[in-house]
Each structure stands twice: as C-alpha cells, then as structure tokens.
C-alpha cells in the first residue's frame, strides 16, 4: 500500500459512520427490570431506557431518513454539491487575465476564474508540447500578478514522451525555476493526491498546475473544485489528446501548433498557437490565433493568420 492509499485508508478507519467523527459506542445492555427507581441508578436520577439513549436516537433518525423518498433526497444532494462547488471567498478572487481584450470578453470574470479548474488539451497527439507551452505561459502571466510559487504536478506518464521542463525553456516563458516547485509522481492517481493536498495547504501558491497521462474524470474534477475554492487558488490541468468523457472543469481549451514567428536571421522568435474554447461555463466559445512574446511575456493576437485561415476556407474566425 502505498502512502496516498494509506492517508485514505486511515481516513476512512476515522471516518466509518460516514460523518467525519468516530462512532459512538452503543449503549450498554440494561436489565429488563430496570425502571425508575432501580437500584443501579443514582439516587435522585432516572435509569435510562434503551429508547431514550443516543445511539437509539440516531438509529431512529436513519431509519426516518431511509423512509424518505429517493428523488427528495437526490435533490437536496445535488443542491448542496452545486453549492460547494460555487461557493467564493468573501472577497472576490482575482481573475487571470490573459491580456488580449478579445479573449477575456468571452470570459465571465474578464479572464480565468480563480478557485475553479480549467482544462487544457492538446489539439492531436503531436500538439501535447505546444498545451504545456500554453500552460507554461498562463503560469507566467499568475507568477507576474501574484505572490509566491508556482507548483506543477506530473505524473511520470505525462513527461515521459516529450521530456521535462529545463531552466532555459521556461526563461523563454519568463518563469523564473526559483519560483517554480516541481512534483513528479509515478501515476496519475498520486498526482491528483497531490494537487489537492497543495491546494488545501496554507502555503497559498500563486498558481497550481498538473499534467496528467489520463483523462480527469467527473468525480476527481469535483474534488479539485472544491480543494481550489477553499483558497481561490489558480488551476490548470493539460489533459492528453485521447481523453474523452465529462469533467467539471469551467473551462476546456483546445491547442493546436502553428508555425512559429522567427527573427531577421530565421531563429524561432515567437511561439503561436490555435486556441479553441470549447467550453466556459458562464461564457462563451471561441477560436483565436495567438502568439506568446518571449521578451515582454505577454499573449497578442495574430491577425495575418486568422485572415490567411478565412481566406483559404478553413472556417476559422477570431471571436470577439
């Protein structure tokens, strides 16, 4: 067993009446001719009956909530998830804007929402590297709004076609490798442990991000949700091109490679990328061409290629 299975293992031995707290004991075994009076109780006080104890109680409770019909109890259920899941701090968490006005309108706080997760997928197989890059970027404009570090969780899957990150390539995002804490995890399920126990941490990062080989699935993305709203914190996961299903990320952005802008001597010079917003919870899709400035680590639109993409009859348009 490994040290995830046995924190949840030794949570649940914690937790067996599914309330948090452990068990009462059950009342001890009465006479069948104790009464009031009897002369095992005090002087002056009444023996207890076995229907007035609380463990009595409580089963009587269960069983009045058992007796209850299942759609009413499903609802409140689902009342009480959904909020969890939009519950805010009392002061309103900092949105991460993206800094291109087009973009941002799309968006329902004017950029990212902070305290939810955000979904980010490679477009094919061969776009993984360009879905870090972007995820790398995003991690650069939170590290530039925000105190402390920024914290990237992988599991060994995730990196191990395309490789890891190295100092020189994330200076080219302007992220600095102090600020940058790095957990590599040997599956994606130690991963997932390990985003939540970042999150519920009082060490509040500027941002939490993860790569994962698998796709996220609905009961895992819940459990992020609730973990980053306690702090408002930043999430971003990067996804692989293959995941299918249904998650409760607000966001799910699409990447895809474009041709790289280069310099007067034919070096790379900017980085570009096909975004797809394929779905915003509380706003509104939309594909864009952007390109990251690796001297002012800023996003800008690329017009040329939107235009480029309209002429030839590809069907992409800039929205906004």
């Known amino acids: 067993m490994d040290y995830p299975e046995f924190v949840m293992a030794r949570h649940r031995a914690l937790s067996v009446d599914g309330q948090g707290a452990i068990p009462r004991p059950g009342p001890a075994s009465l006479p069948a001719?104790?009464?009031?009076?009897?002369?095992?109780?005090?002087q002056g006080f009444a023996e207890?009956?076995?229907?007035?104890?609380p463990a009595a109680q409580d089963l009587a409770a269960s069983r009045a909530v058992a007796g209850a019909p299942a759609t009413g109890l499903l609802a409140r259920l689902r009342h009480s998830i959904a909020q969890l899941e939009t519950s805010r701090l009392p002061t309103a968490p900092t949105p991460l804007a993206l800094g291109i006005p087009a973009i941002d309108r799309q968006l329902p706080d004017l950029g990212l929402a902070s305290g939810v997760l955000h979904e980010i997928m490679a477009a094919t197989h061969g776009d993984g590297p360009a879905a870090v890059g972007f995820l790398f970027a995003l991690t650069s404009l939170a590290l530039k709004a925000r105190p402390g570090l920024a914290v990237l969780v992988?599991?060994?899957?995730?990196?191990?076609?395309?490789?890891?990150?190295?100092?020189?390539?994330?200076?080219?995002?302007?992220?600095?490798p102090g600020r940058l804490l790095l957990v590599e995890t040997g599956s994606d399920k130690e991963a997932l442990w390990a985003i939540e126990e970042t999150l519920k941490s009082r060490v509040q990062p500027a941002m939490v991000t993860a790569a994962l080989a698998s796709h996220l699935d609905l009961t895992a993305s819940r459990r992020l949700n609730l973990a980053a709203a306690a702090l408002a914190t930043p999430l971003t996961l990067a996804s692989p091109a293959k995941a299918v299903g249904v998650n409760a990320a607000a966001t799910r952005w699409r990447i895809a490679t474009e041709p790289a802008a280069r310099d007067r001597f034919g070096a790379l010079s900017h980085p570009r990328w096909r975004l797809s917003l394929e779905r915003c919870r509380h706003g509104r899709p939309g594909k864009w061409f952007v390109e990251w400035n690796h001297v002012t680590h800023r996003f800008s639109l690329v017009e040329s290629l939107a235009n480029r993409s309209s002429n030839e009859g590809a069907g992409l348009r800039i929205v906004g």
Do not use: M
């Open 33 to 42: 001719t104790a009464d009031r009076g009897s002369p095992l109780a005090p």
């Open 48 to 53: 207890p009956t076995a229907s007035d104890t």
């Open 154 to 176: 992988a599991s060994q899957r995730a990196f191990a076609e395309w490789g890891r990150p190295y100092a020189q390539g994330l200076y080219q995002f302007g992220l600095d």
